[in-house]
């Protein structure tokens, strides 16, 4: 069996689900919408079994631990999707949050409010960080385990300041996924194909 192509993105709240949303349909993706969730409430084997059933690639997958410290069940259900046989992972989109934990995560590069790319890790409304390759964030505690081809900052998705809200295209977070796309050799195609799981 082929592998399923899968995009992480470590948010799962409706301001994300929806841009999410948007984002599968211009890239001709699919989402698991049951994934949205502050937190996420399906196992890594449900998720599994939902990437499996969807009609065509890239899956864009949500995982949110609702600013739980450490590895929660967020994290538990990205680690066994990513690691699962079945599943190859193209990437991550990475999330800020304006916690000041210690959670935070190493990055490959941001896509900061003003559609910039940036060395720099971003905070929660996406303005640039002093610190280079990481971000702070929720559901980002695992994504150094897992050696993943590329993971891409940003800030809270389909927020930004409404600079990323699906009226102005979701640039950023548009952004971030032609990023993933383009770093792994992956063209989804633009037909109307995109519709939401």
């Not at 994300?16 to 502050?38: C, D, F, H, L, W």
């Not at 998720?47 to 590895?71: T, Y």
């Not at 050696?147 to 409404?162: C, E, H």
Request: charged residues 25%; proline residues 2%; negative net charge.
């Amino acid at each position: 069996m082929t592998r399923r192509q899968v995009i992480l993105v470590t948010d799962g709240d409706e301001y994300a689900a929806r841009t999410i949303e948007y984002i599968a349909r211009e890239v001709g993706g699919r989402v698991i919408s049951r994934s949205q969730g502050n937190p996420t409430t399906l196992t890594g084997q449900e998720i599994v079994q939902l990437i499996l059933q969807a009609k065509n690639d890239p899956v864009f997958v949500m995982f949110d631990d609702s600013g739980m410290l450490g590895e929660g069940w967020g994290e538990m259900a990205l680690k066994y999707v990513a690691k699962h046989r079945d599943i190859e992972v193209l990437g991550a989109v990475a999330v800020a949050s304006k916690s000041h934990q210690t959670e935070w995560t190493k990055v490959d590069i941001c896509v900061d409010r003003f559609g910039e790319l940036t060395e720099y890790g971003v905070d929660k409304s996406g303005l640039r960080e002093h610190e280079i390759g990481r971000i702070n964030g929720d559901t980002v505690y695992s994504l150094d385990e897992l050696n993943l081809p590329i993971v891409v900052g940003v800030g809270d998705i389909g927020k930004m300041s409404r600079r990323d809200n699906i009226k102005e295209g979701c640039p950023i977070t548009l952004k971030a996924v032609q990023l993933i796309l383009e770093r792994s050799g992956y063209y989804g195609n633009t037909a109307d194909e995109g519709d939401t799981n």
